[in-house]
């Protein structure tokens, strides 16, 4: 079992960046996959990128294809978001969710989420 918890959420102008990192408890980390997810208000929960347990073959979404990257750390049980070039409309709750398959966190619903946290971006 994994616990996840985000931070480094926050207010940033169009155009800026910010990095989201999430915190996972476990030590078995290194074998689940891990993805970010975000939900705009209004709308469903949808996937930004994922990243498999030996971070080869990471996944974006097109919509931030090319300027949010992600990345992860297995001796801190660490995994990243850096976002660049943001956008009004990356303005959403950002999740953090894990799972032992890759696919699944790319197709479908992984099996541990934490609780999220704000971005806004102003225009």
Not at 28 to 52: E, L
Not at 80 to 92: F, G, I, Q, R, V
Not at 107 to 119: I, K, L
Request: hydrophobic share 35%.
């Amino acid at each position: 079992q994994v616990q996840l918890v985000e931070s480094g959420g926050g207010l940033v102008q169009a155009g800026g960046s910010l990095r989201l990192s999430c915190a996972a408890s476990g030590r078995t980390f290194s074998r689940y996959a891990m993805g970010w997810f975000r939900q705009a208000p209004g709308k469903g929960r949808d996937i930004v990128a994922a990243i498999p347990f030996t971070a080869g073959g990471r996944y974006y979404s097109d919509s931030v294809k090319g300027r949010f990257t992600i990345s992860r750390d297995n001796v801190k049980n660490m995994v990243y978001l850096h976002m660049n070039s943001l956008k009004p409309e990356d303005t959403a709750v950002y999740y953090c969710a894990a799972d032992p398959s890759f696919r699944v966190v790319v197709t479908t619903t992984p099996g541990y989420w934490g609780q999220g946290t704000q971005v806004t971006v102003s225009s």
